[in-house]
């Protein structure tokens, strides 16, 4: 079974850091896309970040020199550095994978449970 699991979130205050990570493991053939979704209270899902296998990488526009997604094809994660966070930064972010499983059944689309982080002002 596949499982994503996500760390690093919580509260920090405007123009401060944090760093997301998120692991993949379970029955993992391959990964192609890897990336960050956020989600405002009362909005809906938005892309932050994402990844290819080889490395290119697509930034939503109010994210752009601020975060940086890299990743590790080794050990399947994908952090996210976060720097001058803003408050309007506030929400759930979830990790993402497009993987190849070992059940055979093609690429599937996998997510994580979720991690809060809050910035206040």
């Known amino acids: 079974q596949v499982q994503l699991v996500e760390s690093g979130g919580g509260l920090v205050q405007a123009g401060g850091s944090l760093r997301l990570s998120c692991a993949a493991s379970?029955?993992?053939?391959?990964?192609?896309?890897m990336g960050w979704y956020r989600q405002a209270p009362e909005k809906q899902r938005e892309l932050v970040a994402s990844?290819?296998?080889?490395?290119?990488?697509n930034y939503a526009d109010s994210v752009k020199g601020r975060f940086t997604i890299s990743r590790d094809n080794v050990k399947n994660t994908v952090p996210l550095q976060a720097n001058s966070l803003k408050p309007e930064d506030t929400a759930v972010y979830y990790c993402?994978?497009?993987?190849?499983?070992?059940?055979?059944?093609?690429?599937?689309?996998?997510w994580g449970q979720g991690t809060q982080v809050t910035v206040s002002s």
């Open positions: 993402h994978a497009e993987i190849y499983h070992s059940d055979g059944l093609g690429f599937g689309d996998y």
């Open positions: 379970g029955g993992i053939v391959s990964i192609q896309t």
């Open positions: 990844i290819s296998r080889g490395g290119s990488t």
